[in-house]
């Protein structure tokens, strides 16, 4: 870790996240949440507020320290049971079928070993337990694509490794998960090659 990806980037990632149509996004998509929940990557805690009744308890995992200090600052004004671990998603210090709900947004971009991982939180996952995303991805309009793909290497020095045109749907598919849901489209606001939306809800199935 160093100065840019331990103090600069989560001040970066709270600022350029923060805005009322993320935050319904956030909403929408965390009503599917429930149960004991792992979040994976939960960064500043900018999800905490919009989690439902529903949900007994939220595990956040992140291997960020500058993200764990701005997220001990919001748990106090959080109404629901915390505990952050710091740690990595290629290696989920939990038991088998330890969590009803495993929740990630804007993280699936940024795993280098992103097939271990979805498997990972397949193994942490009960039977049926829901997978919860809201990610941003390739883009449908190939013009936009070959920007991202472009933009890459840029994107990966400035945004703590993360790749733009990560294509949410099939690495899901292939990990093993079903889709129950899947909306995607671009934000109202940002350029198009960072701001194409992935939401969705994949079902765990043990194997």
């Known amino acids: 870790m160093g100065i840019w990806t331990d103090v600069l980037w989560p001040w970066g990632y709270d ?11 956030r909403s929408r998509i965390l009503a599917h949440a429930q149960g004991s929940v792992l979040e994976l990557g939960i960064g500043t ?20 320290p500058g993200m764990q200090r701005k997220l001990m600052k919001k748990m106090s004004a959080a109404t629901i049971k915390v ?18 709900t495993v929740v990630s947004t804007l993280v699936l971009c ?7 991982t979805l498997g990972e939180i397949r193994r942490v996952l009960r039977p049926d337990g829901r997978f919860v995303f809201l990610e941003h991805g390739v883009s449908p309009d190939p013009r936009v694509a ?7 290497g840029v994107q990966r020095i400035i945004g703590a490794g993360c790749q ?7 690495v899901l598919e292939k990990a093993g998960f079903r889709l129950e849901s899947v909306d995607a489209s671009y934000l109202k606001k940002g350029p198009k090659t960072h701001s194409y ?11």
């Open 15 to 25: 600022f350029f996240t923060r805005s009322r149509e993320f935050d319904a996004r």
């Open 45 to 64: 805690g900018s999800n905490l507020p919009h989690y439902p009744e529903a949900v007994d308890s939220v595990t956040g995992i992140d291997p960020n």
């Open 83 to 100: 505990q952050p671990i710091r740690g990595l998603g290629e290696n989920l210090p939990f038991a088998n079928a330890a969590f009803d």
């Open 110 to 116: 940024s795993i280098p070993a992103l097939d271990h």
């Open 146 to 152: 070959r920007w991202q793909k472009r933009l890459n």
């Open 164 to 170: 733009l045109d990560l294509s949410v749907t099939r």
């Open 197 to 207: 939306i992935y939401e969705g809800v994949g079902i765990a199935h043990p194997g």
